[in-house]
């Protein structure tokens, strides 16, 4: 045995510790688990590629930075971005309220998300669609509240993509599902036990693959739904400000926020302050997937999502709750990872989140009809 | 165009039974081992999506596929493996004689992109083209990036005796 030390390296492979397992019988299990794979994983749309844009050389969120965007050409998914950034910031103009009055609004939201668990077992991950609404409350000083209520689940047209992942899911022991949260006592459904415990649900570990979203924020947070978007409407609407908080670590995936400058929240440790630009993005996407309860902050973030390299636009497409809007996809820097963005055309409002990873829709959320009430009360 | 039957693709089981194992060892040296058969399956699910539409499927293609599998599972779930103590142990009944833990020091306190590399060179046996593809960086770079990991490995363990010897003598 030779003490080279790249030579003793070499023998300290941990997977000669792990047990081999023959090919054919992983490609029978990749044959069984891909019979229930396929046909809920189509997508339930049909688009057209309208444009494909290049705006490499912006700079991206390189820019975001130096906090100087470069001045290029406008690309039509980034053109269609700001435009949305516009309507959306002008639909954030409230109506002005006296003492005591509050403006309601409500919208029907329908959340898919793909999601696993120790007990489900191995791949592909159980896929869940979940109807709610989402509703808010704003006062004469512009303080919201806002309310998220997903379904029970199998209520109110919420439902597994396909029999055989309900079949799992109960042989499983009902595990935490990430898009059909709770109920008053903020207790996931499903599972008496599953109560929100941090990374923990009810001893299941919060093993929620490729998902990201709600799924992602609230497992690594022990706060209620609904204390998680007020956090997201006190982020500031100026765009140059938000690029600075999130160029400086001082905004969470989350969007919990400090007001000193310190490690990338992605990654803690580092010895670096700050986000890079990749870092940014993934954050950037983390806050788009947040539910829309600010069309201020959303004008902030298309502005931002509008600099990012590669983004094209995929034309008119109607969501799961009949909405049609236009489709804006942006690729994630350093991934391969998408987020796609349907977009009201007329308002500016958000109609639909797609994170996808390698092609492969991950989370959708989708928002309905906004109905606005008021202004109410004395 | 998209796949829609896994069963009797056979040119897709050819490439899945050839490089199945080498794919899961991948994984399996970096997750828990509880992990490793359902990221190996979904990478190799992620591929056959791909596969038609892939010039030239090779191991390097596949194995990107799970790196960036693993990516997003440990930025999302934290679940990529640091390796834990009880996995870097040498494989029995090769360097028994030899104590390995200043050379396990040594490699966890390299940055993990210098782990990551000579991961690949040395464990999973890989060439300098198939790193590079993983990496995503020219050959040229993936020769630089390896040289210097082994460097900064070698480096810390001289660092390591030379410290230890210190404390020998005080």
Known sequence: M??????LFAALDPAAHVPPRDSAAAWNDLLAELEVDVPRRSRRRVRSLVAASTLGLVGGAVALVAGTLTVAPLSAAAATLQHAARLDARAATLPALQPGQTLNQVESVSMACEFSSPSVGSAPALTYVSAGSVSSSTDAAGVSSVTISPSAVGTNGGHFATPGDEARWVAAGRPFIPCALGDGANQLIGNAANVNQGSSYGGFAATVSGYGGLGYTLAASTTTIENLVNRVNALPSDPAQLASMLAAGEISPDGTTTNTPHACPLAPNAPTTGCDATQQVQIVAQLLQLPDASAKLGAALYQVAATLPGSQLLGTVTTPLGVSGTAVMVPLGGTNETLELVIDPATGALLECVASAG??????????????SGPTGS | MRRTSLRGDERFELFFKEHFSRVRAYVARRVSPNLVDDVTLAAFVVAWRKFDTTVEPTLAWVLRIASLELRNGARRERRLATIAPGWLEPAAGEVEVIDVEPLREAFAALAESDQEVLRLVHWDQLS?????????VSVNAANVRYHRAKARLESRLALGEMLTNTEVHQ
């Open chain 1, 2 to 7: 030779s003490s080279d030390p790249m030579t």
């Open chain 1, 359 to 372: 092609g492969t829709p991950m989370a959708t959320v989708s928002y309905g009809p906004l109905t606005v």
């Open chain 2, 128 to 136: 300098r083209d198939e790193v590079a593809v993983i990496l995503g």
